[in-house]
């Protein structure tokens, strides 16, 4: 049994402490779940056979299952199940990778997937003493992004920072400040131009409350020259810089999937099929090139190549990760992010998964290509890949 994309959609991505950041995550996620049932007016949402959810941080409003809460808070029947998956990054990629190997093994035949983060909300958090009373002063731990109350016995070398570790990264595969610079510009570029064609106006809805229609951290006039002049974030003489990587974000994204008689249920025809799927982990300090082998296991699961590919959607954590990875590929670069990437459009930690599959799907039909991969780099040393198929361009 084949499991199929139906509808994708997600609000704006804002900026950290932007314009959605005094809206509660999981009203986020409802945002996009209402979005979703009104996009399908024939679907009966007691049909809707599971929700399954992203979410990266889960520390804050997102705790105790977001995807459920969200469920509720969206008006779905109390008969809907709803759990939150949590692979940082890639974690509402995960969650269709979860739905589809439901739909396909016969367990359910509609499946509303997703994910979301306000990275403005996550909380500081306190641990507690290992003894009552301390006298000592204690530090808030922000949850926002990154490691945080390491265990002491993780390895040193695995604990290093998301910038130090695509420093690293670069020094591997001599990616220079420039091609990043360059990169990251083109993000821009391309972000600003697809919104002008109208290619995101069926993908984002708004938030009550807001005034923010767009994504709000895209810079239509950034510049090669411009980014140049910005100082290196995590070594003095290093090459990553806030213009050549992801910012801060908050967001939601919600992805519908189905069997072929789903579509009875959902009333609408299927826009993709979930072809194949792959995961990859490494050491990890390794974690932007954990895409390359997890889109190979994809395609070679898809039974395709690389030059079938007609689209990649690979989120851009940093600009230095998305280059090493396409250039292990061995692509052609205009292939990728055609409508722009993360450094421009932001990274919602647990709603990108869900952006970049819809993005995808909208981006092979607009195109008439066939075949499309969405991938994806997760923190702790971890990939993941989706293989897309337009039925309709075969």
């Known amino acids: 049994m084949a499991a199929y994309l139906f509808d ?21 996620a409802a945002t996009v779940i209402e979005a979703t049932m009104s996009r399908s007016p024939g679907l009966d949402p007691a049909a809707i056979d599971d929700v399954v959810w992203g979410n990266a941080n889960g520390a804050g409003e997102d705790n105790r299952n977001v995807g459920r809460m969200a469920a509720l808070l969206a008006g779905l029947p109390t008969s ?12 509402s990629l995960d969650a269709a990778i979860i739905a589809s190997r439901a739909i396909e093994t016969g367990d359910a035949d509609v499946v509303l997937t997703g994910g979301v983060e306000s990275m403005s909300r996550a909380p500081w958090v306190l641990p507690k003493p290992d003894r009552a009373f301390p006298a000592g002063n204690v530090e808030a731990v922000s949850t926002t992004l990154g490691w945080r109350l390491v265990n002491p016995r993780m390895p040193k070398e ?25 990169f990251a510009a083109a993000s821009h570029r391309r972000a600003h131009a697809a919104w002008e064609a109208g290619h995101y106006d069926d993908l984002v809805t708004p938030v009550d409350g807001t005034d923010l229609t767009r994504d709000e951290g895209i810079r239509p006039d950034s510049s090669e020259a411009a980014l140049a002049r910005l100082r290196p ?6 090459t990553i810089t ?17 069997s072929a008689r789903g579509a009875e249920l959902i009333g609408r025809d299927p826009v993709a099929r979930i072809a194949g799927r792959g995961a990859m982990a490494l050491d990890p300090q390794e974690f932007g090139y954990a895409p390359v082998e997890a889109a190979n296991r994809a395609l070679a699961r898809a039974g395709i190549g690389w030059d079938q590919v007609g689209a990649v959607e690979l989120n851009e954590a940093f600009a230095v990760q998305s280059l090493a990875c396409i250039d292990a590929w061995g692509i052609d670069p205009d292939l990728v992010n055609q ?7 932001g990274h919602p930690l ?13 981006v092979l039909r607009e195109t008439r290509r066939r075949w499309g991969v969405a991938a994806i ?18």
Do not use: H, K, M
């Open 158 to 182: 695995w604990t290093t920072s998301l910038g130090e570790s695509n420093e690293q990264l670069q020094e591997r595969f001599g990616i220079s400040r420039e091609r990043q610079d360059a």
């Open 377 to 394: 780099c997760i923190g702790v040393g971890q990939g993941l890949a989706v293989v897309l198929e337009n039925e309709a361009a075969s």
């Open 8 to 28: 994708a959609v997600r609000t704006p991505f804002g900026r950290y402490g932007g314009a959605l950041s005094g809206v509660r995550p999981d009203d986020l």
């Open 233 to 238: 974030s995590f070594r003095p003489d290093g």
């Open 80 to 91: 809907v199940p709803g759990t939150t998956v949590n692979r940082l990054c890639g974690s």
């Open 339 to 345: 409508w722009g990437g993360a450094v421009a459009l």
């Open 350 to 362: 647990g709603a990108s998964g869900g952006r970049i599959l819809g993005t995808l799907a909208a």
């Open 242 to 258: 806030a213009g050549n990587a992801s910012p801060l974000n908050d967001g939601a994204s919600a992805v519908l999937l189905g």
